[in-house]
DNA sequence: ACCTGAACACCGTTCAAGT
DNA sequence: ACCTGAACACCGTTCAAGT
C-alpha cells in the first residue's frame, strides 16, 4: 500500500538525516511519486510524522510483550525492556525523539497518545511482575512504572545533549540505570 | 546592544510560538530591523538559539547558585532546585527543550556544553552537600547528581509529550519526585 | 480513488551595495 | 562596523485538473 510506503520512507529519512530531512517533497520523491501525493495520504506533515511514531511504539509494545513471555526473572525482563529503549534511542534518535520529546505531535493526536499509553503499559506489567516476587519496593506500581521510563528517557536525552560526558567523569546511562536499580533494590 | 535585544526577541518568539515561530526575519522585524540583519551577528538561526540556550543556562545556574546560599537544609535546596526545572519547563517550554532536547544544537556548540555543564556542577554541589550530612546515599555524587537530573528532565518531558496523564491514574511529576526522594532517603 | 503540475506564501541563506 | 534589498533555492500547502 502506498501509506505504508510513505510511512517507511519518512522513517528511512529519519534515520539517514534526521527531521529536517523529512520534507514531504522527499519523501514523494524517494517513494517515486509526485511532491504531494503524501497529500493523499496525510492531513500535513505532522500526521506522516505521527504515523511513524505510531508505528514505532506499536514496535516497542511488541518487543515488550515478548520480553515479558521470555524465561528471565522478573527484573531481568525489566531491564531488557529498559536497556532495549536505550539501543533505540542510540540506534535511531531522531525516531526516538518523535516518541518521547516532540509535545506538538502528541497534542493533537489521540491514536498517538493511546500507543504510547500502551507502551507504557508493557512497563507497568513488568513493574508489577517485580512488586509481586518482592524485586522491587512496595510503591504504587504506576509510579515506580512512570519513574522508571522517565529516569530512562531523562539519561538518554541527556546522552543526546552532550551532558551526560564520560569524559568528564560523568557515568554513563548504563552505569546511571545500574545505580537506580541499586537503590531500588536496598 | 543589537545583539543582546535579537536574543531577547528571539526568547519572547520562543515563548509565545514556540520553536516554529522564530523564523529570522520575524526576529529581524520584531527587533525594528531587517530580515537579514540577524546574520551580522550570529552565523545562522542554530547560533542564534544556541544564544538563547546558553542565557537560560546562565540564569539557572546563578538561580541555583542563590538557592545554594539560602538558610534551608541542604536536602531542600536540591529540591528546591529541581523543582525550579519543573517550573521552568512548564512556562517556557520551548526554551526549555532547547537546553535539554536539542541535541543538533549542542553537537557543534562547545559554549552551550560548557554552560549545561556548569548548570549541572551546581546540582552537584548540592548533591554533594547533601551526601555529608547523610542526607542521600552513598554513591558518587556525579552519579546521584546526574541521575537525580535525568529523572526531573525524563519526568517533565513526559508530561509534556501527554505520556503522564493524571487522568489515567498515572502520577504527577511532583508525586514521582517524591517517590523518588523517598527511594533516596530508605 | 489516487495522482500530477502549477501556483502561493513563506523561509534560510548569500551577496552586492549602501552609511 | 553595521545594515538593507534583491535574489536563489528551497518548503508546506492548496487547488484545479487528469486517469
Same mark, same amino acid.
Given at each position: 500500500?502506498?501509506?505504508?510506503?510513505?510511512? =517507511?520512507?519518512?522513517?528511512? !529519512?529519519?534515520?539517514?538525516?534526521? $527531521?529536517?530531512?523529512?520534507?514531504?517533497?522527499?519523501?514523494?520523491?524517494?517513494?517515486?511519486?509526485?511532491?504531494?501525493?503524501?497529500?493523499?495520504?496525510?492531513?500535513?506533515?505532522?500526521?506522516?510524522?505521527?504515523?511513524?511514531? %505510531?508505528?514505532?511504539?506499536?514496535?516497542?509494545?511488541?518487543?515488550?510483550?515478548?520480553?515479558?513471555?521470555?524465561?528471565?526473572?522478573?527484573?531481568?525482563?525489566?531491564?531488557? *525492556?529498559?536497556?532495549? !529503549?536505550?539501543?533505540?534511542?542510540?540506534?535511531?534518535?531522531? @525516531?526516538?525523539?518523535?516518541?518521547?520529546?516532540?509535545?506538538?505531535? *502528541?497534542?493533537?493526536?489521540?491514536?498517538?497518545?493511546? @500507543?504510547?499509553?500502551?507502551?507504557?503499559?508493557? %512497563?507497568? *506489567?513488568?513493574?508489577?511482575?517485580?512488586?509481586?516476587?518482592?524485586?522491587? /519496593?512496595?510503591?504504587?506500581?504506576?509510579? !515506580?512504572?512512570?519513574?522508571?521510563?522517565?529516569?530512562?528517557?531523562?539519561?538518554?536525552?541527556? $546522552?543526546?545533549?552532550?551532558?551526560? =560526558?564520560? *569524559?568528564?567523569? !560523568? /557515568?554513563?546511562? $548504563? $552505569?546511571?540505570?545500574?545505580?537506580?536499580?541499586?537503590?531500588?533494590? @536496598?
Amino acid at each position: 500500500m502506498t501509506r505504508d510506503k510513505l510511512v =517507511q520512507v519518512a522513517a528511512t !529519512l529519519l534515520d539517514r538525516g534526521g $527531521e529536517q530531512a523529512v520534507t514531504l517533497r522527499a519523501v514523494g520523491h524517494a517513494a517515486g511519486l509526485s511532491h504531494n501525493a503524501p497529500y493523499k495520504h496525510f492531513r500535513n506533515r505532522d500526521a506522516l510524522l505521527a504515523a511513524v511514531a %505510531i508505528e514505532d511504539f506499536e514496535a516497542l509494545t511488541v518487543a515488550f510483550t515478548s520480553v515479558r513471555s521470555s524465561p528471565c526473572s522478573p527484573k531481568d525482563k525489566l531491564l531488557a *525492556a529498559l536497556l532495549s !529503549l536505550v539501543t533505540f534511542s542510540r540506534e535511531k534518535p531522531a @525516531r526516538y525523539r518523535l516518541l518521547f520529546s516532540a509535545p506538538s505531535l *502528541a497534542e493533537a493526536n489521540p491514536e498517538l497518545q493511546a @500507543r504510547s499509553a500502551a507502551c507504557l503499559g508493557e %512497563i507497568v *506489567a513488568m513493574v508489577d511482575a517485580c512488586k509481586s516476587v518482592a524485586e522491587l /519496593p512496595d510503591a504504587p506500581t504506576k509510579s !515506580l512504572a512512570s519513574l522508571l521510563l522517565a529516569t530512562v528517557h531523562g539519561l538518554v536525552a541527556m $546522552e543526546a545533549n552532550g551532558i551526560l =560526558q564520560p *569524559a568528564k567523569g !560523568l /557515568p554513563t546511562v $548504563e $552505569e546511571n540505570l545500574a545505580l537506580m536499580a541499586s537503590l531500588l533494590s @536496598r
